[in-house]
Structure formats: structure tokens, C-alpha cells
């Protein structure tokens, strides 16, 4: 199999979710298109897997914390030669081990999730194990969520990860600054995150998460970290847009659960794949791309806001509301006064 | 069967304002009726259901009725420290809901299967447990929490469930709900797998038998009185659940059944064999696949009737 540059592999996360999806009427498409980036890059270019030996003792470890991102992972693990890119196609599907949710019954997969807030705990707990048995060779990546930093137990496997120095550890938040109903900081405030994480004894590092070159320096300094010792378990901040990639789906909270239903929504989301599809990567399902797409018309549900401040009108804190950031946009920025 | 309860709530909560709706972050879309109408009595408390439970057993100490909202185990397994000592323990005024009994979110996989909850939930002293069958049961039941001074648990479907009474009379926590008379062998329902036990009936009727039905929205406290009724007078005693088969509805019954001096039947759990389901699917796929659908139920009473 040939191996893709993570820019490759990222258009190919991003192209088999939306079939995933769109095929299956799954959820999270939202959460997928942010995280891609982050996966790309470690499975291209970070982690030391192998896909003839799964198990191989020497591999890194991984763990996709926030598991309803799950199609990422199941992307990024065929388009590596783990199992058939075929079998992508079974994702929810009557009989299927795609579970929406990432299931260990798939090969290179380390860790079922799907409840929130597990799996840097789990991930603590490897990185504590092989540290003990004097193994530095390995590291061990979580990716959580920034919703899922709501659940306490995140820090509690915070506190437990300083304590005991694992520099072996390294935490990625997909930080799309939006959950299940709304913007992090019109649910819970999580701000100022960075520092949070500072506090609690980590090494920060905040980069643009959706850039490979920034995943790349980060991951390479996460790495230089990892070989002092003892010193602090890094977590990068990898602020990211939910939806990236697919412009109407951007900061709009409603392709957090809604799927690619066919017509406009499909064919538009195809289409602005293909309008920055990486040279020498084949879609494996609209190789030319959609030759006369369906577009939305004036009554389409497209570039509204979706989420609970948004309808929730009568009472909801006017200092709750993020200031920037509108559906449909590519906006970064998230502000609480 | 979630949108009646979101209905039902919405209705009782603006006759009451101690009432309170609190999700764990979930209800996209479905809250939305309740948010909108109620907003004063609506909080969402975020993905952190530790907090949420114990933060509502809090505001029901100081006098509130509050409904905690989450899907699959997260409102139950996640937090069940918080349900037992803070809530249960205190006699606390919060009722806990849970959407997706069984395998509704089947094809989402292990972690959003709520197969062992009415087990926990019924082990805990204090504690109402609830799993209605219908959408007619789920607004009774819904009213009856409501009125309840004390914690709850109740299990819901998602959608598509049937209404299948046509109204219950007089509805009562730990009342089970005669749905056919019967004789030689009576089926015993809890839950939204109440759709699959009422076409095994339609079909076993038509084949000329005619079993007793009861439908069972309360696990517990679990109605004796028809337990030892049927006991006394079937030859066997199936009972149908989308949960595991220890510790659940099965084992309910199984525990009066065994403390009676004297009965003629004896007891055929269904449900999920004590196993996780590995496999992924509908809801509708993984029933049958997990033996407990219509043509299961059906398959397991004729290997009893031929016994």
C-alpha cells in the first residue's frame, strides 16, 4: 500500500466520512472534519504503528478519547493497510464492527470508547505501565475533546499524569470550541483552557490545529519534552473548526448529529472537497468529483444558527454569546466578555 | 416515546414550577420544546454527569423536583455513586432519565448500550425503577415520577414506538397493566420490547394459543400480586426484556417466584444472554440477533409448549 503524505490522508478522512455517513445516516460528521488533521498527521508522520503487527509491542500507543469520531480513526486505519478500505462501507451497518463509537474489536485499535471522558485516564495508565517497566521507546496519544474536559475525571487523570511525571504521555484536544448543543463557552466556560492545563502541571502547547505544520512542530516538541526526564506530560491545544473542510458545515452545530442526506448536502460536500484535494490521492467513490451537483436553494437550511443560544432566546445570559464565529464560516475566534 | 415524555414534562412543569430539566449536554432538537417553553426551568450542565446528578440531588434538597436527562448509561452507570448516596440515599426529589433502553443506539456502539441498568438501578435501596412500554405508559409514568417524593429511574425508548393500550385506568407506580387474559402460560413485558411481545401474541394467538399478557412499567416496586397470580395458574412464566438476563425484569420476577411456597409454573427469561453485544446494528437487527424480537420470543415459548 502506498503510504500518503498526512495532507493525503487527511482529504481521505475527510472524503470517507462524508460517504461514511452520508451511507450509514451516522452521526458526528462535524467532529470528524475537525479531528482529521490531528490524525493525519500522527498516523502519517508521528506514530511508529504497524499494520502487518498490530500489536507489536514497540508500537505508540493511541486512543481517540472523544469515540463518536470514530469514522476518523476507522479511515485513517484502512487508508494505512490495518483492514480493507472496502469495509469502510459497513459502517453502522447491520452486523458491522464499525460501531459509531471506536470498538477494539478492529485491528490497531487500542481502546473502545464512546463515554466521554475515559480515555486519558486509560491512556495515563499505559503510559504509567510502560514507564515502569523502563519502556521510553513508546509514547501514548490521546485525543480528547474539549466538550468531553467537562467531565471531571479528565482531571483527575490530569492530576494523576503530573504526579507521576509521564512524559510519555501526550494529550491532544481537538479544541472545535463546540459540544453537543453549543459553543464551549455558552455551555460550560472552559477559558482560558491553556492555562488550566499549565496549572494542573502539564507542558502547553497551543497551535492551529487544523495545520499540519503546526501539528508537525508541535508533535516534534512534544517529543523533545518526552526525553527529559523526569519532566510533565504535554497536551497540545489544537484549536481546530468543526466542520473543516466543508464550508456549510463549519461553526454550525447542526452537523454535529445531521448526516450528508442526499442531494445539495452530499453533493455540495463532495464538491468543496474536491476543491482542495491534495495532488496524487484518488477519491475512491466520485473520482472527477459531482459533474452537475445539486445546489441549496433559498430555503435550504444553509449558513443558519443552530445552536441552544440561539433558539434558547427569552433568557439565555447575553454575556454567554460567543461574539465571533457564524455558521457556515471558518471564524476562529471565541470570546466571553 | 422521548418526545412524550418531553411533551408530558413540558405540560406538567408549567403547572409546577419546582420542576427542573437538566441535561448532561444531550437532546439536540428534542429539548428544544421544553427549552423554549419552560427556559426558567431548563438547565444544561454539560458533558459531566457526576456533577449533574449530584448537583440535582442538591437543588432537590432545597426543595426542587428535578428530571436529569441523558441517553444510554451515561445518566445511570456513569454517575452511580451520585445515584446512590446523594440521591437514593437522601430520598432526594430527582427522577433520572435515561433515553435509549436497551439497543436503540445499536449501531453506535458498546458504550451507548444500556443493557445492565435496570439491574444497577434496581439494587439500589430507595429507588423507583421504571421502564414503560408504550408511549401511553411513558406519559403515565412520566405524570407518576412527577408526583413521586422520592428518586427515580426511568427508562425510556427513543421514537418510534407504538401506542399500544388505548388508555390505562387508574395508573399506578408498582401496578403491572393486564393486557390479555389467558391461560397456560402468561408473557410478562417491561420496557419498549413490549412492540416484539405484543406480535409474538398476535401471531401465537392466531395459531390458536392464548397466553395471559402483563405489562410490567414498573421493575420495581414490582408487582407481587400478579407475579404469585400467574405463577399460581400458568404452567410457565416467560418474561421479556431488552437487558441483560441477570439482575434485570427476569430476575425480578424470578425473585418472588422463588420465595412462594407453593406454585405450578416455573420461569423462561428473555433477553440479552449475559453478554456485550459486539456487533453493531438497528435496534430492530440486534434484537433478533440477540434473541429477544418477536420470532425469538415465539421460538422459545414453542420449545417450552413442546416440552
Not at chain 1, 484502512?78 to 478492529?106: C, D, I, M
Not at chain 1, 448543543?181 to 455551555?187: K, P, V
Request: with cysteine.
Amino acid at each position: 500500500m502506498m503510504k500518503h503524505s498526512s495532507e493525503q490522508l487527511a482529504w481521505l478522512i475527510r472524503r470517507h466520512g462524508v460517504e461514511m455517513t452520508h451511507v450509514s445516516g451516522g452521526s458526528h460528521i462535524g467532529a470528524v472534519l475537525s479531528v482529521a488533521d490531528i490524525v493525519a498527521v500522527l498516523y502519517a508522520d508521528v506514530m511508529h504503528v504497524d499494520p502487518e503487527n498490530p500489536k507489536w509491542e514497540g508500537r505508540d500507543r493511541f486512543i481517540l478519547s472523544k469515540g463518536h469520531a470514530g469514522a476518523s480513526i476507522y479511515a485513517a486505519l484502512a487508508e494505512s493497510g490495518f483492514f480493507p478500505v472496502e469495509e469502510l462501507k459497513t459502517h453502522y451497518q447491520n452486523g458491522s464492527r464499525l460501531s459509531g463509537h471506536v470498538s477494539h474489536h478492529l485491528p490497531g485499535v487500542d481502546l473502545s470508547t464512546g463515554s466521554l471522558g475515559h480515555g486519558l485516564s486509560v491512556g495515563a495508565g499505559m503510559a504509567y505501565a510502560l514507564k515502569k517497566d523502563g519502556k521510553m521507546g513508546q509514547r501514548v496519544y490521546v485525543v480528547v475533546g474539549d466538550g468531553e474536559c467537562n467531565e471531571g475525571s479528565v482531571w483527575e487523570a490530569a492530576l494523576f499524569a503530573n504526579h507521576f511525571r509521564l512524559n510519555n504521555l501526550v494529550a491532544i484536544v481537538d479544541h472545535n470550541h463546540m459540544q453537543s448543543l453549543d459553543f464551549n463557552e455558552n455551555t460550560l466556560e472552559i477559558e482560558d483552557f491553556a492555562s488550566k492545563w499549565k496549572a494542573f502541571g502539564w507542558n502547553v502547547i497551543e497551535i492551529d490545529g487544523n495545520d499540519h505544520e503546526e501539528l508537525r512542530n508541535a508533535f516534534k516538541a512534544a517529543k523533545e519534552n518526552s526525553g527529559k526526564e523526569p519532566h510533565k506530560p504535554t497536551v497540545i491545544i489544537a484549536n481546530t473548526i468543526k466542520g473543516c473542510g466543508v464550508p456549510f458545515m463549519q461553526n454550525d452545530i447542526l452537523w454535529h448529529y445531521r448526516f450528508p442526506h442526499k442531494g445539495w448536502e452530499y453533493d455540495c460536500a463532495v464538491s468543496e472537497l474536491h476543491k482542495i484535494k491534495p495532488e496524487g490521492v484518488t477519491d475512491p467513490y466520485t473520482p472527477d468529483g459531482i459533474a452537475n451537483p445539486v445546489l441549496p436553494t433559498d430555503t435550504d437550511d444553509i449558513g443558519n444558527d443552530h445552536t441552544f443560544s440561539y433558539t434558547w432566546n427569552p433568557t439565555y445570559p447575553e454575556h454567554m454569546r460567543r461574539v465571533e464565529a457564524t455558521p457556515g464560516e471558518g471564524g476562529r475566534e471565541h470570546h466571553v466578555d | 416515546m422521548r418526545d412524550t415524555f418531553v411533551r408530558t414534562l413540558v405540560e406538567i412543569a408549567k403547572k409546577d414550577k419546582h420542576i427542573e430539566l437538566v441535561t448532561g449536554d444531550l437532546g439536540f432538537g428534542v429539548l428544544k420544546p421544553y427549552w423554549e417553553q419552560c427556559p426558567d426551568q431548563f438547565t444544561n450542565a454539560g458533558i459531566a454527569e457526576q456533577n449533574m446528578t449530584a448537583m440535582a440531588a442538591g437543588m432537590a434538597l432545597e426543595g426542587k423536583t428535578v428530571f436529569t436527562y441523558s441517553i444510554g448509561n451515561f445518566p445511570t452507570l456513569r454517575c452511580l455513586e451520585q445515584v446512590r448516596n446523594d440521591c437514593a440515599y437522601h430520598h432526594a426529589n430527582v427522577k433520572v432519565v435515561c433515553v435509549g433502553g436497551g439497543f436503540v443506539y445499536g449501531s453506535l456502539g458498546m458504550s451507548h448500550h444500556a443493557t445492565e441498568d435496570i439491574a444497577i438501578m434496581r439494587s439500589l435501596p430507595d429507588m423507583v425503577v421504571m421502564a414503560p412500554g408504550d408511549l401511553v405508559e411513558a406519559e403515565e409514568a412520566t405524570k407518576a415520577i412527577a408526583a413521586y417524593q422520592g428518586t427515580c429511574y426511568l427508562r425510556l425508548g427513543r421514537g418510534g414506538e407504538k401506542r399500544i393500550h388505548e388508555k390505562i385506568d387508574n395508573f399506578q407506580i408498582g401496578k403491572a397493566i393486564k393486557v390479555h387474559d389467558g391461560e397456560r402460560f402468561a408473557i410478562l413485558s417491561a420496557g419498549a420490547i413490549f412492540d416484539e411481545v405484543q406480535e409474538a401474541y398476535n401471531q401465537l394467538k392466531e395459531e390458536g394459543f392464548n397466553p395471559m399478557v402483563y405489562t410490567f412499567p414498573t421493575i420495581k416496586p414490582i408487582d407481587r400480586e400478579v407475579i404469585e397470580k400467574c405463577a399460581r395458574e400458568c404452567d410457565f412464566i416467560v418474561t421479556c426484556e431488552e437487558h441483560n438476563i441477570v439482575g434485570g425484569f427476569g430476575s425480578a420476577v424470578s425473585e418472588v417466584m422463588a420465595e412462594m411456597r407453593e406454585r405450578k409454573a416455573y420461569l423462561v427469561k428473555v433477553g440479552l444472554n449475559d453478554q456485550f453485544a459486539t456487533k453493531v446494528g438497528s435496534q430492530k437487527y440486534l434484537r433478533g440477533e440477540y434473541q429477544m424480537d418477536a420470532k425469538a420470543i415465539i421460538e422459545i415459548i414453542k420449545r417450552e409448549l413442546n416440552k
